[in-house]
């Protein structure tokens, strides 16, 4: 007999916050009929070693590489069946009465493709990343220009259910029925993007993409190395993919100035990486102190 929610977590060497994650997947699923895949992306921390003794009821998945983000939660999603799947970042903490909050509201309102929750910062802080729209090109060129309102949609309200455009991948809870019309994750993504690209394939398929304010804690960051030359790419890359995808019909004239931005960010964010490694090799003890 199928679940009624499937959890999926994609893992890369982040045991200790991925213990954390699942005790808090744990309570949270507390009468709920749902079972957890972990998909470990070849951790060199002995994540599955450490992990699969504690947990004997989460189904692991231990690849022999890093085989991206959309692909191995695509392994999961196709091992399992349920009626609801939740893609969940490992850097998260789930409050106790968010997964059947959201389940409730899922299952009266048959319409709703995918619903992203209220993410609180280690501070405490609600993120603006809770809640975006669909970048397209005007959106893409006001956030760069560092006009973010529409993009994080800031007009909506914290306290109550709205219609989104796209659900962050930290928590992305998906009706089957919806995945299985518009497909699963674009594999064609290593890391980041994915969720806009399946977001937007939602909308387009004629389902709703809904913000609850149920709380999750997202230690942003915790689970990917920012700071790296690797990150940029990807980031970048992804975004270059998503527009080529949805928004390469457009115009040179149009889509020019988007790319070319993107590229100048790429840029500024490895000049930034490299005065920040810069700066730490000139002021050793300030790095050492922190």
């Not at 209220?118 to 006009?147: C, D, H, I, N, Y």
Request: charge should be neutral; proline fraction near 4%; charged fraction near 20%.
């Amino acid at each position: 007999m199928a679940k009624k929610i499937s959890i999926v977590i994609v893992s890369y060497n982040v045991c200790q916050i991925l213990d954390e994650c699942l005790e808090s997947v744990k309570k949270a699923l507390d009468g709920i009929d749902g079972d957890v895949y972990v998909v470990d992306n070849c951790s060199s921390d002995g994540t599955v070693e450490t992990l699969r003794p504690k947990y004997p009821q989460v189904h692991f998945i231990a690849n022999q590489e890093n085989v991206g983000f959309a692909r191995a939660n695509n392994q999961a999603i196709r091992q399992s069946e349920s009626e609801y799947v939740l893609l969940l970042n490992p850097d998260t903490l789930v409050y106790e009465p968010t997964i059947k909050g959201c389940l409730d509201f899922m299952d009266a309102h048959p319409e709703a493709g995918g619903a992203g929750v209220r993410m609180l910062t280690r501070e405490g802080t609600v993120a603006p990343e809770s809640r975006r729209a669909l970048p397209t090109p005007w959106v893409s060129m006001l956030k760069m220009l560092g006009f973010t309102k529409r993009y994080y949609m800031s007009h909506l309200p914290w306290d109550q259910p709205s219609q989104i455009e796209v659900i962050s991948g930290a928590y992305c809870l998906l009706r089957r029925k919806a995945l299985n019309q518009v497909g699963l994750l674009d594999e064609d993504f290593f890391m980041y993007g994915e969720d806009i690209d399946l977001s937007y394939r939602l909308l387009k398929g004629g389902w709703q993409n809904w913000f609850l304010p149920y709380d999750i804690v997202h230690y942003k960051g915790e689970s990917t190395q920012k700071s790296s030359f690797r990150y940029v790419h990807v980031f970048y890359q992804a975004m270059l993919i998503f527009f080529r995808k949805h928004y390469g019909h457009l115009s040179i004239l149009l889509s020019l100035p988007i790319k070319t931005a993107i590229y100048f960010r790429a840029f500024l964010a490895l000049i930034h990486i490299q005065m920040d490694r810069l700066q730490q090799f000139l002021n050793p003890r300030k790095d050492n102190r922190s």
